[in-house]
């Protein structure tokens, strides 16, 4: 989930007199991403850092004189460039204390904007729509600009994105109405029109966004109807001038925002990736009729991920640099930090599965009221953890590599640096910030381990899978990765904490567990409370296995007299029939192929989608896997077996779910298999005793209902004639 | 048992009155209680807490406050006046006016020979108790602004008032105010209004307890005149006070309905000082609580909400017992609705007015559960209003619907009610019999030839017929029991007639020979109803204690079936009821079947059936309805209990065999209550 973190002021505004604007008048980043230039609308220019909050140094020209442009920083020669009165163009640099000392050039035609990306040079967009370079504007200042735009026609917007090599200026124009998108390239030059489809009549896009991506440019504006729509232009098509003749730009609708009532005033639309956009100026859904909240949305599933509320007044301004939003609001400008991490669907719609088994860990997310109260800001448990895994770790590295850094050093290092390292970050960092790089961290080393035979680190992907912020989706190949590496282990905790492993690999898992040999199993190290589990499980079993055979519920053994000749039971063990030992005594497994089956029943499916993978499994795999299962009912239905001290286990239903849908795949086979019969008239028995417990139920459930009708009575009047039963 | 069909009377807007004033009598155990409607009403305490005696109110004249001088009883209110009332013919003795304007408060002295009276003008009134009335002595030092409370010290050398905005302190020989204690007013918005001193209480150590309308509950030394402790309970009036006997406790009502206790302890462990320590808030109130009684076992309150509330408490009881149960007594503990069965009419008594309803009709048949449609729509037939000034203390109307009575303290009305197409026509008896004047129970004969009036402690017998009505005889009791009857019931034969009395005598006469028959055993407890069985001609009785006795009138002796329920006991659930019994009837089909009812349920006994054993359940309708018919005689007893209807003021028998109940939800009276003070819910 993308997430907006706690933000902060950056400066104080003096917007205009009837807060029609914010006073800005634009923010460039700086030469790194922690530093700023902020532009206001009338004489100064500031530097900041923003994570102090702290200006660095301001400049401000004579009065009288106005900045048109915001100030960009030039990082080649660390200059800044402005534009004055729309023709003086004022470079200084930082150490420049007076602007009016600094160079001056005075061009013949209105600056619109300058432009400059980082490392790149510096470009004058003229407000006719003439484009130049700097450095050859300067060399000849008083060079005639031609008009490239129409009479009436007016740049509403513009920007510049450099696409590999090239540099291209995007601005977009208006013209009666109708708005144009020009996409200028640089050395060579080429100029094309498109223009934008009309949305209802007399709406003008509020803002626009343009990112590079995939050798396309992607143009993201929003209408006042809360409307926001993607268009794509590819950059390698650019073909020499076509002349003036606009293509029409096809787009589509990436968005439909709630708008509230009537129409937005000002807003902002911002693409923050590929997937998320952030939206200031518009309705939260959930919280009325308030325009003044900044949102981010996921357009691939059309959901709000975060939105916080600004105090004061919103402009429709926003920047986004290096992860940091800056929205000025009422008289603040604010920085605030967000993060975007790659959504999947699992994470977009929850962690709903093992809120049972999770609910005593406390998730990382679920605020507590000790912290609502008390403000901790960590939690016990959390803090528990991250104690844990910092003891556990005997040698702390000295080196403190950043996230990117160990990414680099994952794809080349040996295991042991490797380890050392994630787990030096896993310890050092909070792990709830971390989250959104854990996902690439997880793919990154599964990825190496996949191309590398020799390579694998499985404490440090245990690690990264106990974190519990990881799902399949993030890192697709990890469970067959531990299936081929034999790391049953990882397998158990993939299985355990992923919330959306596809049937197909849940199956998979399956085939390999009921297929190992026992004695490879039992070298494999489990988790110690599932073992326990199975173990009480099993030994309850031998314990008791004499006293069994008289007292197994009186309702299954009426069910067994007359479905069987005394085939599968227990209670009549002189009965003629073969079956030396009723084979649902004894666990047909070993223990740690059991634990690891009962992982498999845990894991969530949809039956459609399970039954063709269940296919696959050979009968002998079948008739083990549902003797096991047998198994497992019995020792549930004998006594009241409990789903015991809170421990991991599968429950009696999911029991039943999985012996039907190994039947339902298998039925066929299972008929002509001599082996199966006894245990398919068990498992028939079985299913008659669920029928005639659901039926009770329902029987329950029935009165239960007539109970509660008794209890809504009637209203009664002044007066009525009662008829009443006395015994 | 079979099937009833049920005439369900939701109309009977009865609503009782709020509670002003109320005083304890620890020697006689009996609670007097004064309401708004001027009735006053003895609750005597060591029976259950039966209501025994009302005493009906007057127009404009409702007491403020109580107070027990030994027996005697007074009253007085804002007309000004010093009342006595006369507990033996239920009316008031004599009225003594004091000329001070409105009486807020009288209290007596410890020794009982001065009465104080706090008036509105600001004088502190003494007068001198007598054997037969009490008369003006003088008066304390006169005041600027009305006395609002008393309290004697219990020395009686000392008085203190309670008035707006301070507390003086008498001495009540000299009649000088020997102390002025200032009340600080409240805070905020209210600290421009006096502050009036509601209640107080003068201890034997000189403290001094203050109640006052900014909700503070404040300790005084009375040597010094100081402040002790302030105690801030609520944010509107602390309207009374009572104090425990021996001064160890005492308790504060408040407007908010709750009442606080406050104890006398030490606060720490193993320390002499004591000090006044609140301890515990009941809240069984919704609206003010306007008056308290700190007895030895329970706090008694009532106010606006017109409930009386018995709240035991749980230190001086045993827990778990009937004893230490809440008991909340919200309609009185005797009829106020009279049935012609033949007519199917109900008489319905409020205090200023009858009225006279018939029943609807249905033709339908319905099985169990139904409600039946209804044919004809119950109607009312009359509203006739009281005359004078006396509100109405009892009323009968006759079982073939052509005679009704009424009386008050002053006067008895006769009326004839004859009906022609649908019309009604009232006609009222003049020339009444000169012996007629008041009685404290009316009652026809089953032929609607004689009307019985019990006044005092006599019956007077009337015959009636269309044009007069003439005096026939009176009854009278060998004993010289003072006490009034409270309860009268003719035989169906028109051979007997029973009485009983607040001292729990039972007397029945022989209306053949006009003397008097037999007297009852007397049993412990006051009799709340008794009927004579119209076949066997065994008197039936119920007792304010639960118990239930049959005397057989022909043998002069209890009945077999009378002692062998003595024998067996009730069952306990039986006896935990806390409502008595006010009424009893009979089936006309079966003999066997003696019907009862209290406030919260109506029974069936039935005789045949063997008694319920300790261990049954017995409430086992449910049970029944539950298994098969066979089974049921097994399980059956003898009381057959329906607690379908709840908030009974009348259960009867029709002649066609049809059950009356007369339901008074206690919803529909609290929605008629004014709103209760403001408080601040959640989020309000």
Known sequence: ?727 | MGEFKVHRVRFFDYMPSAIRAMAFSSRSERLALARADGALEIFNFADNYFQEKVVPGQDSRAAETLCWVGQRLFGAGLNGDITEYDLDNLRLRYTVAAYGGPIWTVSSNSQGTLLAAGCEDGTVKMFEIMEERIQFQRNLDRQKGRIISLSWHPSGTLIAAGMMDMIRIFDAETGHATHRLLVERGIGASKSKEVVVWCVAFLSDHTIISGDSAGKVQIWDGFTGTVVKTHLVTKWDVLSLSVSQDESSLVAGTSEGTVIQFQFISTTVDQQDKEWVRTRTFKNHSHDVRALAHIDTAIVSGGMDTQLVVRPLLDKVEKNTQESALRKIAFPHRSLVCCAKKAGQLLFQFTEHLELWKLGESDGHGKPGDSLPLKKKPEKLLHLKKKGDNHICCSALSPCGGWMAYSTVSSVRLYRLQYINNDISITKMSKLPKGLVSAHRLCFSSDSSKLFASSSHSVIVISLNQLECKYLYTLKPKSGSRQPVHLLFASEDGKWLATANTDCEVHVYNLDKQKLHCTVPVHSSCPTAIAIHPVTSNLVMAHADQQIFEYSLLHKEYTEWSRKLQKQGLHSLWLQRDTPVTHITFSTRNPAHIIVHDEFMFCIIDQNLPLPESKTLLYNQMTLRSIPDQERIKHSHAFKICKNYQNLLYVTLLEDHSVVVVERPLLDIMSQLPAPVRQKMFAT
């Open chain 1, 1 to 727: 989930m993308a997430a907006l973190y706690e933000g902060y002021t950056l400066c104080g505004l003096v917007p205009a007199q009837n807060l029609s604007n914010s006073g800005i008048r634009g923010i460039e980043e700086e030469r790194d991403s922690d530093h700023v230039v902020v532009t206001d609308t009338t004489r100064s220019v500031m530097l900041y850092k923003v994570s102090d909050q702290k200006p660095l140094g301001s400049w401000t020209v004579k009065q009288g004189q106005a900045l048109t442009c915001p100030t960009v920083f030039n990082s080649q020669t660390k200059e800044y460039v402005a534009v004055s009165d729309n023709k003086v163009i004022r470079i200084w640099k930082e150490e420049d204390i007076v602007l009016d000392k600094a160079f001056k050039a005075t061009v013949s035609s209105d600056v619109w904007k300058v432009h400059c990306v980082q490392g790149g040079e510096p470009v004058v967009l003229f407000q006719r729509g003439a484009v130049r370079l700097l450095d050859s504007l300067l060399s000849a200042p008083q060079q005639p600009i031609e008009e490239v735009l129409a009479e009436e026609e007016a740049i509403r917007w513009s920007t510049n994105v450099v696409a590999e090599t090239q540099q291209f200026v995007i601005f977009t124009t208006e013209q009666k109405g109708d708005h144009f998108l020009y996409l200028q390239r640089l050395n060579p030059n080429t100029l094309q029109r498109y223009r934008l489809e009309r949305e209802e009549p007399g709406l003008t896009p509020l803002s626009f966004s343009a990112t590079y991506r995939d050798k396309h440019i992607l143009l993201l504006y929003l209408y006042p109807n809360g409307h926001v729509y993607q268009s794509v232009v590819s950059v390698r098509g650019l073909g020499a001038d076509e002349g003036a003749q606009a293509l029409p730009l096809p787009r589509s609708l990436l968005l439909g925002l709630p708008v509230g009532e009537g129409l937005l005033e000002a807003a902002s639309a911002l693409a923050l990736d590929e997937a998320h956009v952030a939206v200031v100026g518009v309705p939260h859904p959930s919280a009325g009729g308030g325009k003044d909240f900044l949102c981010i949305w996921n357009t691939n599933f059309q959901t709000l991920q975060a939105g916080k509320e600004m105090a004061g007044k919103i402009y429709g301004q926003l920047w986004s640099y290096s992860n940091k939003l800056f929205i000025p609001h009422g008289k603040t400008l604010s920085v605030i930090p967000y993060e975007c991490p790659k959504s999947s669907l699992a994470s977009a719609l929850g962690k709903l599965r093992q809120a049972k088994t999770e609910e005593s860990k406390a998730p990382l997310s679920v605020p507590s009221w000790n912290n609502i109260l008390h403000g901790e800001k960590a939690q016990p448990t959390r803090t528990m953890e991250t104690r844990k895994t910092r003891t556990s770790r005997k040698t702390q590295s000295a080196s403190n590599l950043t996230t990117d850094e160990v990414l680099e050093l994952i794809k080349t290092a040996p295991v042991e640096k490797v380890q050392k390292e994630v787990e030096g970050l896993l310890s050092r960092a909070d792990i709830q910030d971390l989250q959104p790089s854990m996902g690439q961290l997880t793919s990154t080393l599964v990825s190496r381990s996949l191309a590398d035979p020799a390579f694998y680190t499985p404490n440090t992907l245990a690690q990264l899978v106990h974190t519990r912020c990881l799902c399949h989706s993030v890192c697709p190949d990890l469970v067959l990765l531990a299936l081929e590496r034999k790391d049953y282990f990882l397998c158990q905790l993939c299985l355990q904490f992923f919330p959306d492993i596809p049937e197909a690999v849940t199956c998979a898992c399956l085939k390999a567990f009921v297929s190992m040999p026992d004695v490879e199993a039992e070298k494999a190290i489990l988790e110690p409370d599932s073992i326990s589990f199975m173990e009480t499980l099993i030994s309850k079993d031998q314990g008791q296995a004499g006293l069994q055979n008289g007292v197994s519920p009186t309702t299954f053994e009426e069910d067994c007299s007359d479905t069987l000749s005394g085939g599968g039971t227990q209670s009549r063990a002189d009965d003629k029939e073969k079956a030396p030992t009723p084979p649902e005594q004894i666990c047909p497994v070993g223990l740690h192929k059991a634990v690891l089956l009962n992982e498999v029943l845990q894991t969530a499916f949809s039956d459609t989608f399970l039954l063709p993978h269940l296919k696959d499994l050979s009968s002998h795999h079948v008739v083990l896997f549902l003797q096991y299962l047998q198994f497992l009912y019995q020792k549930y239905s004998q006594d009241a077996f409990p789903q015991m001290h809170g421990l991991r286990s599968p429950s009696l239903t999911q029991i039943m779910d999985w012996v039907c849908l190994v039947l339902d795949a298998h039925f066929t086979t299972l008929v002509m298999t001599p082996e199966a019969k006894g245990l398919l008239l068990n498992l028939h028995s079985f299913v008659k005793s669920q029928v005639r417990l659901v039926s009770e139920l329902g029987k329950i459930e029935g009165s239960l209902q007539e109970l509660n009708k008794m209890k809504g009575k009637k209203d009664v009047g002044q007066y009525s004639i009662e008829v009443i039963e006395l015994f």
